[in-house]
């Protein structure tokens, strides 16, 4: 009974608010279940902010966040070894971005934003504004929107794609349902105050993780 009540809390739900402030969700192991699910009630997005700090030593590709509804996938952060390059997928159009210094074992800032009226994409590397970009299909993004951290669905959207699971840690997920000032961002950037996250707000944040994962103090370095 005890075992059970233990592999029962390993995919428990937070229970409503959290301040996460301090905090980092550990993905221990390469596995096909472990995420976390980000929770918003919002619907229907004309433009958006999405900020994260992400640390991994994976040589391989790996997913950083997923935005998906239930009409279509939203976006999709991902860095790509092969070619060695971060990318953001609107829909199904895809944005690359080469020549970034993405080291190993150490923690990246990274925005992206988009706007459905000029139909531009924009994301920010540890405070260095990459190159904007035009999105033919950037319509606005219909229906519930579910964020996860660390997974994708494959190409069917029935199941998780294990090649692209991320192992490492993830923390200060912001996401605002506008495109962020310049100011706001390099202040995101370079962790002083800043507006958090009308839509995901990592000081007030209802999430659910599932299977192998971990809630930790982020690490912090000490001098």
């Not at 962790?191 to 299977?211: H, K, Q, S």
Request: with cysteine; net charge neutral.
């Amino acid at each position: 009974m005890k075992l059970l009540f233990v592999l029962v809390m390993l995919t428990a739900e937070a229970a409503g608010l959290e301040d996460l402030s301090g905090k980092m969700f550990t993905f221990p192991v390469h596995d096909i279940k472990a995420h976390v699910k980000l929770n918003t009630n919002k619907q229907g997005y004309n433009a958006i902010t999405l900020c994260h700090r992400s640390f991994t030593d994976l040589k391989r590709d790996h997913v950083l966040i997923f935005i998906k509804s239930s009409l279509a996938n939203q976006l999709l952060i991902i860095w790509d070894e092969q070619n060695q390059e971060l990318e953001a997928h609107l829909k199904y159009q895809k944005m690359q971005y080469r020549h970034l210094n993405y080291k190993l074992n150490t923690w990246h800032s990274i925005c992206t934003t988009w706007d459905s009226v000029s139909g531009l994409v924009q994301m920010w590397f540890n405070g260095q504004p990459l190159v904007r970009k035009f999105a033919v299909c950037a319509s606005k993004m219909n229906g519930t929107s579910v964020v996860i951290l660390g997974q994708k669905t494959d190409k069917h959207g029935r199941r998780f794609d294990i090649k692209h699971a991320f192992v490492g840690m993830i923390s200060d997920v912001h996401m605002w349902d506008y495109t962020l000032s310049t100011c706001e961002i390099q202040n995101y950037m370079e962790d002083l105050n800043f507006t958090a996250g009308n839509v995901l707000n990592w000081r007030a944040m209802e999430y659910e993780i599932r299977d192998k994962m971990l809630l930790e103090d982020k690490i912090i370095p000490c001098y």
